[in-house]
């Protein structure tokens, strides 16, 4: 039998070496249709869309990637999102750096309101100029709340989201449980991604949004039940997160 000697002293192809040997028709991009619960998208210099996953396009009400193709984000969200997407895009064009972990609310076409975490990543060409962006949009929930082994804070979750008296006080809650404020924040952060104090609002904003489609109750009316001393706190709040005032989203969306 003949043995084979490996040359020790040869050279290993680098992994520039094998993307080298990758045809150029390969579609590397196929994977990504596969991928459940991802968006995945790629805009050229001027933040058109020329790539984008079944998943993403699906989550707009799209039936297909050539409905999408060539459009820009003023073309598929409401005006104040379209904005904020744009002005990160701008940012990761300029600076040629990503922007990770961004948690966004999204609004589908009947404007009901998720929070989705988003990673940005500029696209560079050989002469290093940032010439695009890619990137991935998918649900926020960092830790499943029944897949947690936190008990504590699962119940404090449920306390949250169950509250109907706007916020409930963090420190009392920090107290039940025999924990100081900052022992609760880390604990709670681990399980969430978020404090207390953000997923309250997470809550509160989703409620608002419900409560303004669906009654023609009067913003300070929704606005107190939902923990805020008047209607203008309630405006100032929901238009720093939904970047749209209350009585801007009930004119879309109701």
Not at 78 to 91: G, M
Not at 175 to 184: A, C, D, E, K, M
Not at 222 to 245: H, N, P, V, W
Request: aromatic share 10%.
């Amino acid at each position: 039998m003949k043995v084979r000697h490996i040359n020790p002293d040869k050279k290993k192809a680098s992994p520039k070496d094998f993307l080298k040997e990758i045809d150029p028709n390969h579609n590397f991009l196929g994977i990504l249709k596969e991928i459940n619960g991802v968006s995945f998208f790629v805009k050229d210099k001027d933040f058109r869309l020329i790539f984008a996953n079944p998943f993403f396009y699906r989550r707009l009400g799209l039936k297909s990637q050539k409905e999408l193709l060539g459009k820009d984000d003023f073309q598929l969200f409401p005006e104040p999102l379209a904005n904020k997407f744009r002005k990160d895009d701008e940012a990761i064009i300029r600076e040629k750096l990503p922007k990770l972990g961004l948690v966004e609310l999204f609004l589908n076409q009947q404007g009901t309101p998720s929070w989705y975490i988003t990673n940005k990543f500029p696209i560079f060409d050989r002469r290093k100029r940032a010439i695009g962006i890619m990137g991935t949009v998918q649900k926020y929930e960092k830790v499943p709340i029944n897949h947690t082994r936190d008990k504590e804070m699962e119940m404090v979750i449920e306390e949250l989201q169950a509250s109907n008296e706007g916020t409930p006080s963090i420190a009392m809650i920090a107290n039940q449980y025999g924990l100081s404020h900052r022992q609760l924040n880390r604990r709670f952060k681990e399980v969430t991604g978020l404090t207390p104090q953000q997923f309250s609002v997470q809550i509160r904003i989703e409620k608002a949004c419900k409560l303004l489609k669906e009654s023609n109750r009067s913003l300070t009316d929704i606005g107190y039940e939902l923990g805020f001393c008047d209607q203008s706190a309630f405006t100032a709040q929901f238009r720093k997160r939904m970047s749209m005032t209350p009585r801007q989203y009930r004119k879309q969306y109701s």
